[in-house]
């Protein structure tokens, strides 16, 4: 079974510009999970998705959001970058929303802000 | 509030020796546990979780883990450690306040020496 997928797995961007990161979770699994890993605040949560809608969300200003499609599939969207928005972005998916569920991660995009 | 706590931000063994990764939690609500390695420029990967069965957990790569409710830890060990064990490790927690929320501690950096 192929893993979690994240595109692009490298992006730069200026400040004020806005960027789209994709995540295709493991078949068959529904619900996807975002985080923002940067060497200052650590893994921080970004949202959850589970059937197309949002279940939870971190303390992340609306500069950020996100939506899922019904094949499961993600997006994450920043606005009006800024430069503290520079990281790794994480996307993590899981068969439901059980808190046991495991979630498996992707590898990630860097995002860096010009 | 749930938080969790990783005691040591930096771990130094030489190889062939205990490694212990010290982790509290605290949560007003029944949580799972994880524990999470990330290796330079790879993604994350579980290595082991409790899920209120078992309070010792089995993972991978020899490690294991205690959940203790009373002293609210899960710390992290294995008993020789091995060259390929240097990494970052996570110990997250996940509770339903209403929707998930997944915490991730701060990390810890493990350091093996030859």
């Not at chain 1, 939870?56 to 996100?66: A, L, M, Q």
């Not at chain 2, 939690?25 to 999470?36: A, I, Q, T």
């Not at chain 2, 993604?43 to 002293?71: H, P, R």
């Not at chain 2, 710390?75 to 509770?95: G, I, N, Q, W």
Request: proline share 4%.
């Amino acid at each position: 079974k192929a893993g979690v997928t994240q595109t692009p797995r490298y992006l730069i961007k200026t400040r004020g510009q806005q960027v789209t990161l994709s995540c295709s979770p493991i078949s068959g699994h529904r619900s996807v999970s975002w985080y923002q890993q940067t060497p200052g605040q650590g893994l921080q949560f970004l949202f959850e998705y589970f059937s197309e809608t949002q279940r939870n969300k971190g303390n992340f200003p609306g500069r950020f959001s996100g939506r899922q499609f019904s094949n499961s599939r993600s997006e994450m969207n920043v606005s009006t970058l800024e430069l503290g928005d520079s990281a790794l972005y994480l996307c993590a998916s899981s068969l439901s929303l059980r808190g046991s569920d495991t979630q498996y991660f992707g590898p990630g995009t860097r995002l860096t802000v010009l | 509030a749930q938080s969790v706590t990783q005691l040591d931000s930096h771990v130094s063994v030489s190889e062939g020796t205990p490694v212990l990764l010290r982790c509290n939690y605290s949560s007003s609500y029944s949580p799972s546990l994880f524990w999470y390695v990330q290796h330079p420029n790879k993604g994350l990967q579980l290595l082991l979780k409790y899920t209120s069965a078992a309070t010792l957990v089995k993972g991978i790569n020899g490690f294991e883990a205690e959940f203790k409710k009373s002293e609210t830890s899960f710390h992290l060990t294995k008993p020789s450690a091995h060259m390929s064990d240097a990494a970052e490790y996570f110990c997250v927690v996940r509770v339903n306040t209403g929707g998930f929320k997944t915490i991730f501690g701060a990390g810890t950096r493990l350091f093996v020496k030859a």
